[in-house]
């Protein structure tokens, strides 16, 4: 069964920085590219970022709203996804969610069940 | 960046009744683009892929049609667990954006 399991959220002040982690199980973590979604409270659903596989070099790509700020990363070894974030704003407050991208399809398959950051001082 | 706009914003309708949400894309997207059902408190969950392909799992009164713009998502007999927010994303190209969200709701 495939699980993702975020952890690492809370509460942290404007500036400030948070690192989100994801643990990965059921399936072959390397394989497939990784992303991280988010959702402000009441809102939609916002693309953060994404982590190509081994195979296309761990390749990143983010969201021009956290760009520069944000770092996309994994440790295909420990079957881990990671989000450091940086220079946090309130507008950051959100769930974020680790999403699975489909093997050479790119759509999205998995979600895990969110961690919450709030970012308020 | 590609907009997705997804339409009626919200929905009321009844259990047995076909419904359809639209989603269309400001520039073409061929089919790359899938939808998902989220419910109060809970992690979206993956329903069609490629525009039309239905996940592992997901029953057969959800499919998806459309390329190009123009896509549909229809639920062809609304099931009390169906009462959720659908919401549509193109993957064609980045930054990857989803629709606002069709929330459907029971009458």
Redesign the interface.
Known sequence: EVQLVESGGGLVQPGGSLRLSCAASGFTFSDHYMDWVRQAPGKGLEWVGRTRNKANSYTTEYAASVKGRFTVSRDDSKKSLYLQMNSLKADDTAVYYCVRVTVNIYSFDYWGQGTLVTVSS | DIQMTQSPSSLSASVGDRVTISCRASQGISN?L?W?Q?KPGK????LI??ASSL?SGVPSRFSGSGSGTDFTLTISSLQPEDFATY?C?Q?KS????????TRLEIK
């Open positions: 790359s899938d998902f989220q992690a979206p969950k993956s892929y490629a996940q919401y994303r993957y980045y930054p990857i954006t989803f629709g606002q969200g």
